[in-house]
């Protein structure tokens, strides 16, 4: 165990003399100017929820600068970038609510050595972040993902350093399809699908699709429910087995439902959302397709 500022008993009394000697020249040289107060630099959990509030407030107010000035400025060019891709793909998205929190309760410190990797930086910190947000008009309770992000104070300032330091240890920060950029809004009555730009032909198609699915299901569904759903078309398969850090090959699945439950909220469920694997749900009729969707609306 590292203990810092204990000193041997030598080391103590060795100092007496000196502290005599500068007590005997305060004496004959007056009163004191008192020095100008030092900030005290904030404990990590604070400085990084307050670094998280600042990226939220951009996020909800449309400041791209702002959001990209929590980012570490020695930071590499990629990693800026992506921030700058992740912030404007969330403003594509129709948020409803959108925060960031920080917290220690269930992880401590991941930053254990680390501290290499960030050069100069006077203090790393890597706490559990959560993403917490709501798609207008159908989310009826929070979305949630986990982002492990690190966070490096520099001259007093806490910003975000990376996002990929414990990937070697299976923590993962959950990519989103916006993650890449804008998305996207395919909007009917009970549907919402995310897709890439270029997706925007099967995505109007998609929304036909599945809302006739949940007319089906609300024809067999006796239970409430609150009709309506969000839809995630990837691009490709790969893209779909980041989304949903797949450890399976997904090229002969079809669709899935997909939430978290979260433990510490009393195992509560996050928001669902529908993913589509297009390369096999587009082979199938639409008689099919939508006998498929209505399975999922059903784990939904």
Known sequence: MVRRGSRSPSHRWRAAPALVLLLALAAHAGPATPAPPVAAAPEPLAGAQAVLDARSEAVR????????????????????????????????LPLATYALRASTDDTG????????????????????????????????????????LTFVRRDGRWYVGGDTDLEGLG???????????????????????????????RAAALA????????????RWDRPWSGHVPVVLPGSVDELERLLESTVDLDKFVAFAGYRVLPDEDFDASSPRVFIQESRLGRYGREQQVETLVHELVHV
């Not at 959950?174 to 009917?188: H, K, N």
């Open 109 to 148: 410190d991941l930053s254990a050595g680390l501290a290499d990797r960030y050069g100069d930086a006077h203090e790393v910190f890597l706490p559990e972040t959560r993403q917490v947000y709501r798609l207008e008009g159908f989310d009826d309770r929070d979305a949630v993902d986990h982002l492990w």
């Open 171 to 201: 923590f993962e920060t959950d990519r989103q399809l916006w993650d890449s950029g804008p998305v996207r809004v395919e909007r009917t009555e009970h549907v919402l699908v995310l897709s890439h730009p270029e997706q925007a032909e």
């Open 208 to 219: 036909a699709i599945v809302e006739e699915a949940v007319a089906v299901f609300s024809g």
């Open 61 to 92: 107010r449309g400041d791209r600068a702002a959001f990209l000035h929590t980012v570490d400025p020695a930071a590499p060019a990629g990693f800026r970038q992506a921030q700058g891709r992740q912030f404007d793909g969330l403003r594509s």
